[in-house]
């Protein structure tokens, strides 16, 4: 039996090839398929309604399927045989804002039924899972035909959801495997490969690996004195390292880790600072920072400029509506006001409830949302003195807190003095990462970075193409350029035997900018991009 209800309606759904409605198609079912979930039916076409899906039977299941961006994509799974409730309540996409479906477990609650909340995954070859594939079959150079299979991985967190992303399994060709600390499943990109490569030394030299035969005299050698030294690279020549997507990491040939094996869903957890955190963590700084990250596309940053200051102020509430939402602040209200002196970005008032955000601030969303940020960390701090539990701030941060807003000091009083308060310190510090995200996003559209690339006096005619390449970069060289672009700090990495300082030195001179999208060349096509280097081309 395999039924599809498109365009749901609530009060008259039919269905394909019945007269009956899906009320009645429910119940009537047998009773070892869908009497038991017979009482849901009027709330799934709700639900349907709600967030515009169509609802298919299959077998002993049902189904709520959306179509988005010309991919099917399953927001609710009810399977009778198991008696469980799959309820997907947000998909993060490669480089996109993260889809919220609409749902929660609350919305699905089947007596006798396990009902879990899934967060899905997807990376940039996500075109692949609709293409019903098990896998796909490289040729290496040499001519050897390998097929890796996809497989679809769950992670459970510590607060019971369920993480569900695809990946390749590379255990069949891995030289070596091992698993990561926690610790290390929480830092940047890079570091996950330092710490496996570490560990890969000291296996190694310990003799708990069988790779005497299987490395070259060089690498062998290299690996001795990361052994001795302490200290590793993100890279070993010739090999290249993945990550299943929460720490199981491999070492595989070259040839067999290719383009044509990117990342689907699974590598893409790490390269995102681990999504899986994200959701699982529950502190401030982290909840506003996933918020800004999903929220702040390039896309939008980049229209933010031909948007009406009516689409400004709702873009920039938006944003800060679902912090506080998100910090159960949801009677703080946001407002816009021409009537604040040039000299003030903003105010809190506990009374009022409300926050007030200078109009003129509209002009630039890296300062209209610098200070809503800076006036909702007052709205936290007035509610964190009055429900000391609610935030986890300790009990010195409370009292400090508490006797600053009794005897706040007005910047009219005293400028220095105000700007050295505990709360004033606090609020501009306190989402300090979140700020830093804010301002690379910031620093990542399109405006910004070709104005940076004409001070390098690039052409008119390359800026576009050099934008796309540069907001393009693999995770691990974007980081690199994120340090660049906040504090003009030049990286001390080296990428298949080239340096930032060797690309901008004598012998190449190329500029900062050519010098990373080198770097990322090197990473993604090496071979081609060694090439090129030491015949000369830049």
């Known amino acids: 039996m395999n039924i599809k209800v498109n365009n749901p309606n609530i009060n008259d759904i039919s269905c394909k090839n019945t007269s009956k409605t899906f009320g009645q198609v429910v119940v009537s079912a047998s009773s070892t398929v869908f009497k ?35 991919k099917i994509w399953r927001m609710l799974t009810i399977d009778n045989a198991k008696k469980a409730v799959d309820v997907v309540v947000d998909i993060k996409r490669f480089r996109r804002s993260s889809i919220s479906s609409g ?48 497989v679809l991985e769950e992670r459970k967190l510590r607060n019971g959801d369920i993480v569900r992303y695809n990946t390749w399994d590379f255990s069949p060709y891995a030289l070596y495997e091992a698993q990561l600390s926690e610790d290390t499943i929480l830092c940047e990109s890079p570091e996950h490969k330092r710490e496996f490569i570490l560990q890969l030394a000291d296996d190694f030299c310990s003799g708990r690996t069988n790779l005497e035969d299987k490395l070259s005299p060089e690498i062998k050698e290299q ?43 699974g590598s893409y957890l790490m390269n995102t600072r681990n999504y899986a955190v994200y959701i699982e963590s529950q502190t401030l700084d982290e909840s506003v920072g996933k918020i800004l990250s999903e929220e702040l596309t390039i896309d939008k940053i980049n229209f933010y400029e031909d ?27 946001i407002e816009f006001s021409d009537n604040l002196k040039s000299t003030t970005c903003g105010s809190h008032s506990s009374a009022e409830k409300r926050i007030v955000i200078n109009r003129n601030l509209l002009k630039s969303p890296l300062d209209a949302l610098h200070t809503e940020l800076h006036e909702i960390r007052h709205a936290i701090q007035h509610d964190a003195v009055q429900h000391p539990e609610k935030y986890g701030f300790d009990a010195q941060t409370i009292e400090i807190w508490q006797r600053n807003i009794a005897y706040y000091i007005s910047p009219k009083l005293d400028y220095e003095a105000y700007v050295l308060q505990p709360i004033e310190i606090d609020a501009e510090t306190g989402h300090r990462k979140c700020y830093m995200t804010l ?64 690309l901008t030195g004598e012998k190449f001179n190329f500029t900062p900018i050519n010098a990373f999208l080198t770097l990322n060349w090197l990473l993604v096509d090496q071979d081609n991009a060694i090439a090129a280097l030491e015949g000369g081309i830049r």
Request: charged residues 30%.
């Open 36 to 70: 038991e979930v017979a009482i849901m039916s009027k709330n799934i076409q709700v639900i349907a309604q709600k967030i515009g899906v169509e609802i298919i039977f299959e077998g002993s299941q049902i189904h709520l399927e959306k179509e988005i961006d010309g």
């Open 103 to 150: 749902l929660t477990a609350d919305d699905m609650r089947i007596p006798g039924y396990t009902v879990r909340q899934v967060h899905e995954v997807r990376g940039p070859l996500v075109w692949l899972l609709n293409a019903d594939s098990k896998g796909r079959e490289i040729v290496t150079p040499q001519g050897k035909r390998v097929f890796v299979k996809m």
């Open 223 to 265: 690996l001795r004195k990361i052994h001795e030294t302490r200290k590793a690279p993100a890279y070993l020549s010739g090999y290249e390292i993945h990550h299943d997507g929460y720490g199981n990491m491999f070492l595989l040939p070259k040839e067999i880790h290719c383009r044509k094996l990117a990342h689907i869903g």
């Open 307 to 333: 948007f009406t200051i009516e689409e400004k102020e709702r873009f920039i509430s938006s944003i800060g509506n679902r912090i506080l939402r998100n910090t159960g602040l949801s009677d703080v209200r």
């Open 439 to 502: 301002k690379l996003l910031y620093m990542y559209s399109k405006d910004q970075l070709a104005e940076i690339l004409r001070q390098y006096e690039y052409p008119d005619f390359l800026i576009d193409k050099t934008v796309e390449r540069l907001n393009n970069m693999q995770p691990e060289i974007k980081i690199l350029f994120d340090k660049w672009l906040l504090n003009n700090s030049m990286p001390e990495v080296e990428i298949n035997g080239f340096t930032i300082q060797e």
